[in-house]
């Protein structure tokens, strides 16, 4: 087993080869307790509604397996104050467990277990189908909800991994599927595909390593697809309105698409900009259409972010009907006004500040220092670099920032859905 150690005087995490991934493993102040966060690829749903198959799946991954039915898996972690997650995204899946130390090798073959050889029956898949499609019901209330859904049908073309389609959509694709597709997409994806697992807490790095590289032995991956180009959405409006029966407020989701990957040179300065415009309390957007005008529920504006071709730029919000055209219009003017001037340097200074003071905090929690590790590989840094998002965050310039600023944002290219009643008051 070889491994590789380097320090940077925070902390130190032992990276291991496995064969068809790594291992990263990390010791931290937390007494007896462990934590393991893994990802692995999927592929690029192809198909329409595969991103909601991908979801079902791994709804059923977490339940049972060959061995353990999912009475005696709840039980087992229950009985041992563990917890075991499986979840879809884009294009692949991501599991996390948590658990007291001594109980680690249990938690790891519990988890290989369903992941490899998961248990799928009829009655599972209906219960777990019934809980996702109450789930979309109970989310098609929110009015945010589904003008964001609906931004990305207006951004992306059905086949991009960002395209989401709408509730009664996924009610009818999650109806649809049968045992047999949950089996073949399982039997056709779930493999040790650029497999990576984190390992922290209070564990010997390496012994954890020994565990997990058992748990994969044997593992096989598999040929799963991979697309980068998807063409360009069907042409249609700049805005779209929804109507809602039975809603008091409007949701509101405007936006753009971005080129820029999240392994983008400029993507830091990205992310304080958007900090500045809406991604955090005292941004301009918060700050001046919530706070000052009053104008607003929900202020934010946020990065849809992709592995792979790019992603969009959105602002979300909620209004009501009466404020509705005001917060529409002072949202804009902000947004225009980002885009024609920049930052000013107090802003600047005191979003980097925040930036960093916000990435450190979370380095105080187990998942935080997971979701360190596994971005850092996923990024191509150097898995033990764990101030790398620091670094590269205070190396942003005001200069840079306004210039990423001057090419990204694009108000005249924002599209906007409004989710709602039938016509303001």
Not at 69 to 95: K, M, N, Q, W, Y
Not at 107 to 119: A, I, K, S
Not at 289 to 297: D, K
Request: net charge negative; hydrophobic share 40%.
């Amino acid at each position: 087993m070889s491994t590789g150690q380097k320090s940077h005087g925070l902390q130190s995490v032992a990276t291991v080869p496995l064969a068809h991934g790594h291992f990263y493993g990390l010791r931290a102040a937390v007494p007896s307790i462990v934590a393991l966060t893994g990802t692995f690829r999927t592929g690029t749903a192809l198909a329409p509604g595969g991103a909601v198959l991908q979801s079902l799946v791994a709804a059923l991954v977490g339940c049972a397996n060959r061995w353990r039915g999912p009475v005696e898996i709840a039980e087992l972690l229950e009985a041992r104050g563990a917890s075991f997650t499986v979840e879809a995204d884009a294009d692949g899946v991501r599991f996390s467990a948590r658990a007291r130390t001594v109980d680690l090798p249990q938690l790891v073959d519990w988890t290989m277990e369903c992941l490899r050889e998961p248990e799928f029956d009829q009655t599972l898949l209906d219960v777990e189908r019934a809980r996702l499609i109450a789930e979309l019901q109970y989310r098609a209330m929110d009015s945010a909800y589904i003008a964001t859904g609906a931004l990305t049908r207006m951004l992306y073309p059905q086949a991009h991994p960002a395209y989401e389609p709408g509730p009664a959509e996924q009610v009818a694709l999650l109806e649809g599927f049968t045992i047999a597709d949950v089996r073949r997409f399982h039997s056709e994806r779930y493999g040790p595909n650029d497999l990576r697992i984190a390992v922290v807490g209070d564990v010997d790095p390496q012994a954890a390593a020994r565990l997990v590289e058992r748990g994969v032995q044997g593992w096989a991956p598999r040929a799963v697809p991979e697309a980068t180009q998807w063409g360009e959405p069907a042409a249609g409006p700049d805005s779209q309105r929804l109507l809602l029966p039975g809603q008091e407020s409007y949701g509101v989701a405007m936006g753009q698409r971005l080129a820029q990957e999240r392994t983008h040179p400029d993507y830091p300065a990205l992310r304080l900009a958007n900090r500045i415009l809406g991604g955090a309390f005292s941004s301009r957007l918060v700050s001046s259409v919530r706070e000052r005008q009053g104008l607003c529920y929900v202020m934010r504006s946020e990065l849809g972010e992709s592995r792979r071709g790019g992603g969009h730029w959105q602002v979300v919000l909620s209004a009501s009907p009466d404020k509705l055209e005001a917060a529409l219009a002072a949202t804009r003017t902000v947004v225009e006004q980002l885009a024609k001037t920049g930052v000013e340097t107090r802003e600047f200074e005191n979003a980097q500040r925040a930036a960093i003071g916000a990435f450190h905090i979370g380095l105080a929690t187990l998942d935080g220092l997971s979701d360190a590790i596994l971005s850092a590989a996923d990024l191509g840094w150097e898995p033990d670099d764990l101030l790398g998002f620091e670094r590269r965050t205070a190396a942003v310039t005001l200069a840079q920032i306004d210039r990423v600023i001057g090419y990204c944002l694009r108000p005249q290219e924002w599209r906007t859905c409004i989710a709602g009643p039938a016509a303001a008051d």
